[in-house]
Nanobody, 126 residues
Framework: QVQLVESGGGLVQAGGSLRLSCAASGRTVSSYAMGWFRQAPGKEREFVSR????????YYADSVKGRFTISRDNAKKTAYLQMNSLKPEDTAVYFC???????????????????WGQGTQVTVSS
């Protein structure tokens, strides 16, 4: 089993930065791709970013490209999402997720990810 716990959310002014962390448990979690999704009130959960198990390959939603950076430290079993130049439209609950399948096809599809954290709230004020 894999457990994911997000942290690092909070309230920040527009233009500010936050770094989210996703601490994972489980022996083989370092071999899984990790993703970040977000869900704003009244909206569907949407893809934000994904990183391969080795960290060599990353993907970003167009809306965050150039502002957010995903990374991971397999020794610590932790994935990160550095969020810079935050905008009010980035306000959402952010979830990390683990994908046990190496194939990155449909990486933006939430259904592809087997394990999910509980989420952390990010609020960006204007």
């Amino acid at each position: 089993q894999v457990q994911l716990v997000e942290s690092g959310g909070g309230l920040v002014q527009a233009g500010g930065s936050l770094r989210l962390s996703c601490a994972a448990s489980g022996r083989t979690v370092s071999s899984y791709a990790m993703g970040w999704f977000r869900q704003a009130p009244g909206k569907e959960r949407e893809f934000v970013s994904r990183i391969s198990s080795t960290g060599r390959t990353t993907y970003y939603a167009d809306s965050v490209k150039g502002r957010f950076t995903i990374s991971r430290d397999n020794a610590k079993k932790t994935a990160y999402l550095q969020m810079n130049s935050l905008k009010p439209e980035d306000t959402a609950v952010y979830f990390c997720a683990a994908d046990t399948i190496i194939d990155s096809t449909a990486y933006a599809n939430a259904a592809k990810y087997e394990y999910w954290g509980q989420g952390t709230q990010v609020t960006v004020s204007s």
